[in-house]
């Protein structure tokens, strides 16, 4: 059982950065592989980044790859999804979820969820 806390969200220019965090609460957070989805008006929710728990592995989607970083501390509780150059196709909603187990790139695979956070980029 973990409770997952997105923010960071905003609106920002085409070219713009933003960082989102994701605090979670509940037992054994550093096991957790962790995942970044987002959801754009309109479509399904789709994959953007992963971490394992001991945050040696990461994996991104070929949409965002040189452009957004994942990162987590483990003694703050939080993962972080640094965003750089965006775009306005990166505007959705993002959401961050935890997985007892491996690394996937599979939402189904991810049992808990957070509220999700608004990204907007404008032209």
């Known amino acids: 059982q973990v409770q997952l806390v997105e923010s960071g969200g905003g609106l920002v220019q085409a070219g713009g950065s933003l960082r989102l965090s994701c605090v979670a609460s509940g037992r054994t957070f550093s096991r957790y592989t962790m995942g970044w989805f987002r959801q754009a008006p309109g479509k399904e929710r789709v994959f953007v980044a992963g971490i394992s728990w001991r945050g040696g592995g990461t994996t991104y989607a070929d949409s965002v790859k040189g452009r957004f970083t994942i990162s987590r501390d483990n003694a703050k509780n939080t993962v972080y999804l640094q965003m750089n150059s965006l775009k306005p196709e990166d505007t959705a909603v993002y959401y961050c979820?935890?997985?007892?187990?491996?690394?996937?790139?599979?939402?189904?695979?991810?049992?808990?969820w957070g509220q999700g956070t608004q990204v907007t980029v404008s032209s």
């Open positions: 979820a935890a997985n007892e187990l491996a690394l996937t790139i599979m939402s189904r695979s991810y049992d808990y």
